[in-house]
DNA sequence: ATTTTTTAGATTGTCGACAATTAATGTCGT
DNA sequence: ACGACATTAATTGTCGACAATCTAAAAAAT
């Protein structure tokens, strides 16, 4: 089962259905990155019509997972290592806020179950130790309960509807799935104590630096091919 | 001439179009906050199909001016106060990561203009004293400017594209163009010299105050209302 | 042979009509 | 008179076909 977002419109039309369908052929990759989209082709594979194909398209843009040009057409998105830091910039910068806000406004119960998340975590961590298949769902849902935690819908909607896609996409597709899994732990502790003390800033301060050594892990991918 | 963005993709499609116009009429308040989208009477008035309208209704909702549920419809966003909260809690955040990079990848050349834009400003603020129909346009590019300056195409995307129009929105509607400006003057100085001397840290804590008092100044609007 | 123009093919943008769902009206029962 | 249910009207979602535009291959010109 893949992890995907909750805070989802439920899935009631057509398009919906396809726009959650290509999401995950984009992310992991059976939509190849790069190439362009044929819309007859896809809307006959899907067997809807060219029209809720284009609704489709249209929220893949809205989540960076697809470029569209007048009268041209719609590319998947390249993963690239500058698009990569752009992102990365962004998302630190937000998260930081979004962890900001939860060290205010995170009610006592929802840190209690970040902290028995992350014991969840280090358990099934000693038990599948180096294999580490937790990392995945597991970091994401640390990510995500704190972004719910700052209260603010606007944030929580750029981050976990708009950006998230794209950031699984890179660390699906560069084979995130190993190592950082310790370090990872140890962080995502710090700042859980920071939001339990309601210190926002060193909270804000912990996420940003958290968020930087993940891109810098992500970074090492890219340098890997560079030097091939 | 109300300044829009220039980084935008040229018209060329009927829903280009569509969209420009609708933007304009929302952000000006001609189709009201918080009014219901009526898909068949907006597609006659606009003498498109409603395909068309459709199209331009969804791009709407990426820049945040319409709310859409499946099978009910679509709504022109309604301006709250706590959405306000929410918007330049982003807006200050994103904007100060702009502002530090600016301060790193800002050419000389781009910084004088700065420079000369800002003094620019400073005369015509003379000439037109108080009345000062200058802000709306005139900071509106200062900002732009920086954000260009960023070099980060993602974040320019996020600023200028999708959330600036949301933000002329309030601006516009609760009547922010007057006062305010021999203050916004002065921190926009300080802000350049930031820059000019690569402080990306100075500038980017410069900028978040600067959008702090932008935002307490539109709140105002809002708790007159409240007192009322 | 190289460049430009033309032409053919394919792709995207747009349209009007139909199907599915929702909101509103009216009807019935208590 | 009030509330639950059925029916009707209106709105949105979806479809297939046509028009406008772009891409690429073929033809013409230098």
Do not use: W
């Not at 419109?9 to 057509?14: C, H």
């Not at 809307?43 to 609704?55: C, I, N, Q």
């Not at 998302?91 to 006592?108: H, T, V």
Request: some cysteine; aromatic content about 6%; charged content about 25%.
């Amino acid at each position: 089962m893949t992890h995907t977002f909750l805070n989802e419109a439920p899935i009631t039309t057509a398009s919906d259905q396809v726009f959650v369908d290509m999401r995950r052929e984009i992310v992991e990759g059976s939509i190849v990155q790069g190439s362009k989209i044929s819309e007859p082709e896809l809307a006959k594979r899907y067997g809807v019509s060219r029209a809720t194909l284009r609704e489709a398209l249209n929220r893949l843009e809205s989540c960076y997972l697809v470029e569209r040009k007048a009268n041209v057409g719609c590319r998947v998105v390249a993963l690239t290592a500058e698009r990569l830091i752009e992102v990365y910039q962004v998302r630190s910068s937000l998260e930081g806020l979004a962890c900001r806000l939860a060290a205010d406004n995170m009610e006592p119960e929802e840190v209690k179950g970040l902290k028995q998340l992350l014991n969840q975590h280090l358990q099934t961590q000693r038990v599948k130790e180096g294999e580490s298949y937790y990392q995945e769902a597991g970091d994401l849902d640390f990510h995500y309960r704190i972004i719910q935690g700052s209260k603010n819908a606007h944030l929580i909607h750029l981050l976990c509807n708009e950006l998230y896609q794209l950031i699984r996409m890179y660390r699906v597709q560069m084979g995130m799935v190993g190592p950082r899994v310790s370090k990872a732990f140890d962080e995502h502790l710090a700042i859980i104590n920071a939001i339990e003390n309601h210190d926002g800033e060193l909270a804000e301060m912990l996420m940003k630096r958290h968020i930087s050594a993940s891109q810098a892990n992500i970074q090492t991918k890219f340098d890997v091919y560079q030097s091939i």
